[in-house]
């Protein structure tokens, strides 16, 4: 089945820095700032890539409370409180509250509301609460459509039960339970309860609902059991990077996943909301940036993408033998939009990706080298195998020996990096660069996985070590004769090749990316900590995508001069890989400060603008994101490690 965003009801990606999110995977409540729920942006309650329910919707006697708090208390709660205008007494201040709770488990959202009287009678009432059914999709919402079930074939089908409602449609099938007296009414997808009833005087009443989701389709589950890292608490000594940490888990242990049939591993999903599945280089960089905490999604994240690993050539999905997958959906994902130049149509299971697979090599040889059990590393040594005779055989489309991308579907992703919107790998002049695109991180990734791989074949006496080590030794002598180019400031490498071969010559963050992979010397890796630390690239919150001084460039560009926490953090562990400790101190200052100023649920990606004050947002940056949530833990290592070589207690200005 394929989701199809009609031209004419596109109205552009909703805006969603301001609006609220409480998640347990793979359900999620997004509301409007102050914690409405009414059904604009991104508002809603999903479970998978559907929406269930467009809004929610509070009254008394007909009237709305006003919300005069709303509080998070977890990832997967909150707690608002109203106030009612309309029931009066002998003051003029309300005297009738709503103490509401709202949790998120990974196939129900709960809502429980205690009125509480104040005053010194009771007090007769019609309490409402009313839900919007919908079956709206992800990439719809994404798009702009408004969603109220209808934009499916078939829609919603809705029937109303002695104490239920239930709604049927190509989703599964959605439950909602009032607590015990309410009067059920329907009318188009709002369904309402009503409970009439006398609150007593200095009392309560309790009322409520709960929303239960069967969607046998979707292709992801929760994960099982508690975080790995429940009831840890990491002290820095730093109360910023602490109260970053503390959040991230918390947001982490939300975004926590499995699939049906490996029901003991787990993943992290990419983000909320849009990319809430698996995609293999987040979930790659997310659970690696973790290593310093557990290898519990380490390890499920390897397992789960070797399941999926491709073993066929099909240009419809980009698989190739051996590759590693980009993404996991339940359905076919279409569009036009920011990531493709023209109309783009991804098949459930996509393999547009051209650094998963050496990122999923280098992953398996941090844990080898780590300690992990070696019956780990054994039983996933045929996909290591097939996965470095993809990196050496398929990932050169053209023989040129580097690695490089092309969308042989005309229906894909045109940028298969990291930075895979359409317009991220520009030329100086701010040109865009047309493929196949040979990118200097990637041909990094490739090198070091070339390396951890054939260690790892040495070590379980498998043949084809020499041949490997060989190959990387070529790569290297070929990216630095190719991929290295000179300005006003020096050497600089550059963010690749475009399909002449020609150096697409902008300075870009990806240059972070080659430090520590071994694929540059000793005086490549101190020409680019030079770089990233120039007021061109650092913009004291981080590193940008994009240098300020090339065309192209704009602060709150997704992939052109925004900064990612995720990206800075990659820069920031090379850079102390390399022993440039100082270097990687103020990367490390510039990102708590950043995760400060967002309330310390770091976001996606935020402005590359260098005001004093603090970042701008992003508008449409989706939050909790694993990646950037992650970064606090590599922010957190860091800062011990050069804590520990530096004598200090915590990583200060």
């Known amino acids: 089945m394929t989701t199809t965003i009609p031209a004419s009801e596109q109205m552009g990606q909703p805006w969603i820095y301001q609006q609220q999110v409480i998640v347990s995977a793979p359900a999620q ?7 409405r729920v009414d059904g ?9 890539d559907t929406r269930v329910i467009s809004a929610l919707q509070l009254k008394i006697n007909g009237v709305e409370p006003e919300l005069v708090r709303s509080t998070r208390s977890g990832a997967d709660r909150t707690e608002n409180v109203y106030l009612a205008r309309n029931i009066t007494g002998a003051t003029v201040d309300p005297m009738v509250r709503v103490n509401e709770r709202r949790v998120v488990d990974h196939d129900s959202l709960s809502l429980e509301a205690c009125v509480v009287n104040g ?3 009771d007090v007769r009432m019609t309490v409402e609460m009313s839900v919007y059914l919908d079956d709206s999709d992800m990439q719809s919402i994404k798009g702009g459509a408004a969603g109220d079930g209808q934009n499916r074939p078939g829609g919603l089908r809705i029937s109303l039960g002695r104490s239920d409602v239930e709604a049927h449609s190509r989703s599964g099938r959605t439950v909602v339970t009032p607590h015990a007296g309410a009067a059920i009414t329907r009318h188009g997808t709002r369904c309402s309860f009503a409970w009439d009833m006398t609150v007593p005087a200095h009392g309560n009443r309790d009322v409520g609902f709960v929303c239960s989701v069967e969607a046998p389709q979707n292709v992801v589950v929760a994960a099982k059991g508690e975080a790995p890292w429940s009831g840890v608490h990491l002290d820095s000594g730093d109360p910023r990077l602490d109260a970053w940490v503390k959040r991230s888990l918390q947001d982490l242990a939300g975004l926590r996943m499995s699939v049906p049939d490996m029901p003991e591993d787990e993943f992290l999903a990419a983000g909320a909301p849009w990319f809430f599945t698996l995609f293999g280089r987040d979930s790659l960089w997310a659970a690696r940036f973790l290593l310093p905490l557990t290898d519990k999604p380490a390890i499920g994240t390897l397992r789960i993408l070797a399941r999926f690993q491709a073993s066929t050539h099909d240009p419809h999905t980009n698989a190739e033998p ?16 920011a990531f493709s130049s023209s109309h783009m149509r991804l098949p459930p299971l996509y393999y547009g990706t051209v650094d ?18 070696p019956s780990v590393v054994e039983e996933l040594i045929p996909n290591l195998e097939r996965a470095l005779a993809w990196i050496v055989e ?19 992703l045109s940028n298969q990096g990291w930075k895979d919107s359409g317009d991220s790998v520009r030329w ?14 990637v041909q990094a990734y490739a090198y070091q996985a070339a390396i951890e791989g054939a260690g790892i074949l040495d070590d379980f006496g498998r043949p084809g070590a020499p041949a490997l080590r060989t190959w990387a030794a070529g790569l290297k002598s070929r990216f630095n004769q190719c991929f290295w180019a000179h300005d006003e400031m020096g050497r600089y490498p550059v963010i690749a090749l475009d399909g002449q071969k020609r150096q697409v010559d902008s300075v870009t963050s990806n240059i972070g990316h080659l430090l520590g992979t071994g694929i540059l010397d000793e005086d490549g890796a101190r020409d680019v900590a030079h770089r990233l630390m120039s007021p061109q690239l650092n913009s004291g919150y981080g590193i940008r995508t994009l240098s300020r001084d090339s065309g192209g460039y704009w602060p709150l560009s997704y992939h052109c001069g925004s900064v990612w926490a995720h990206d800075s953090a990659i820069a920031m562990l090379g850079l102390s890989h390399e022993g440039f400790v100082n270097e990687a101190k103020e990367i490390a200052n510039g990102l708590i400060e950043a995760a400060a100023s967002f309330g310390y649920q770091m976001p996606e990606l935020y402005s590359g603008d260098a005001a004093p004050e603090a970042p701008v947002p992003y508008p449409a940056a989706c939050h909790p994101q694993a990646w950037s949530a992650a970064a606090a833990i590599v922010v957190f290592s860091v800062v011990n490690d050069l804590s520990s070589q530096q004598g200090d207690t915590a990583l200060l200005p």
Do not use: M, N, Q
């Open 428 to 441: 100086r002049d701010g040109s865009i660069a047309e493929g196949p695109i040979a990118l200097c991180e």
């Open 40 to 48: 604009s942006g991104a508002s809603g309650f999903y479970v998978g």
């Open 356 to 373: 998963a697979t050496a990122l999923w090599v280098i992953l398996l040889g941090e844990l080898a080298r780590g300690g992990v059990s």
């Open 119 to 121: 005053l010194d009678r």
């Open 322 to 337: 051996g590759k590693i997958p980009h993404e996991l959906r339940s359905e076919t994902l279409e569009s036009s939009g």
């Open 394 to 412: 398929w990932g050169d489309a053209d023989d040129d020996g580097f690695l490089e991308y092309i969308d042989r579907s005309g229906h894909g």
């Open 29 to 35: 409540l997004w509301s409007a700032a102050g914690g």
